[in-house]
Every structure is written in structure tokens, then in C-alpha cells.
């Protein structure tokens, strides 16, 4: 029987920040670039807020620019999408996180496919999904090769 090995989360996550931020600091250097990560709240779920503020802490950490948009649990889905489009089409953000779960009145899937494939963050667009799916790049490259 194979014997269990036992992985040290908090180290793991400490190597993997200092190497993000590593790579943002020479980014930077190389190419005056500061990635930029944009998430979206929807609604004031309590585990939600949570975890934006923590990952807008965890983006400045490494060095990058970090913007949060909290919007009302009313806002409608037509908001929402005008909101993803505009930050799609800002080149200061490289990546774009909505939040789930969202307010009854948004389609899920809608917010998903509206996110631009190259600033999909969580990987949950179906292209993305299909490139993990079948092991391809997540680093872009998938998109070059499938030609879209």
C-alpha cells in the first residue's frame, strides 16, 4: 500500500506567493507592466466578502493592481454584463473574478461567458474549461493554438 504524504498547505501557499510576486516584480522591470485583478461582488454574502478582501490583500501582496467592485444585490444582470464588458476592455485589468454565488436574478452561466477568455481567472468559462478538460495551456497559450 502506498504510504500518505502529508502536504504543508501553509508552506505550499508562501512558495507560491513569493513566486507570483517574483514574477510581477520582473514584469514590471521588463516590461513596465503591474497585472491587474478585478473582482466583482455581487450582494453582501458574509464568505463572499471574505474572500474578495482577501484576495484584493493577497493580489497587492504580490505587487499588482487589485480593484473591487461591490455592487448592490440588486443590481440587475444587465448591470452586471456592462460592468464585465467594461472591464474586459480595460487594458489595466488582466484578470477578471465575478464572485458565486450571485443574486437570484443573474444568470451564472451568462456572467461566466461574458468574462473575456484571456481574463478568466477562475478557469470557469468553457473554453477554459475545455482546455483543462483535455490538459491544455492555461497560460494563454491554448488560445493561440486553437486560433480564437
Known amino acids: ?6 502536504i504543508d498547505g501553509k508552506h505550499f501557499a508562501t512558495r507560491l506567493r513569493v513566486g507570483i510576486a517574483a514574477q510581477v516584480a ?19 454574502d458574509p464568505a463572499s466578502q471574505i474572500y ?15 480593484f473591487e467592485y461591490r ?13 464585465i464588458v467594461e472591464l474586459n476592455r480595460d487594458p489595466t485589468v488582466n484578470g477578471i473574478l465575478v464572485q458565486l454565488p450571485l443574486p437570484r436574478q443573474i444568470d451564472p452561466e451568462a ?8 481574463k478568466d481567472v ?14 491544455g495551456a492555461g497560460d494563454g497559450a491554448g488560445v493561440r493554438r486553437w486560433g480564437v
Open 26 to 44: 520582473r514584469l514590471k522591470a521588463d516590461h513596465d507592466l503591474t497585472p491587474g485583478l478585478a473582482v466583482v461582488l455581487v450582494g453582501e
Open 111 to 118: 456572467v461566466i461567458e461574458t468574462i473575456a477568455v484571456e
Open 52 to 66: 474578495v478582501r482577501n484576495k484584493g490583500l493577497q493580489a497587492r501582496d504580490a505587487g499588482m493592481n487589485s
Open 71 to 83: 455592487l448592490p444585490a440588486d443590481t440587475s444582470q444587465t448591470e452586471l454584463l456592462a460592468r
Open 122 to 135: 477562475d478557469g470557469f468559462h468553457p473554453f477554459n474549461a475545455g482546455l483543462l478538460a483535455v490538459g
Open 1 to 6: 500500500m502506498a504510504k500518505a504524504t502529508i
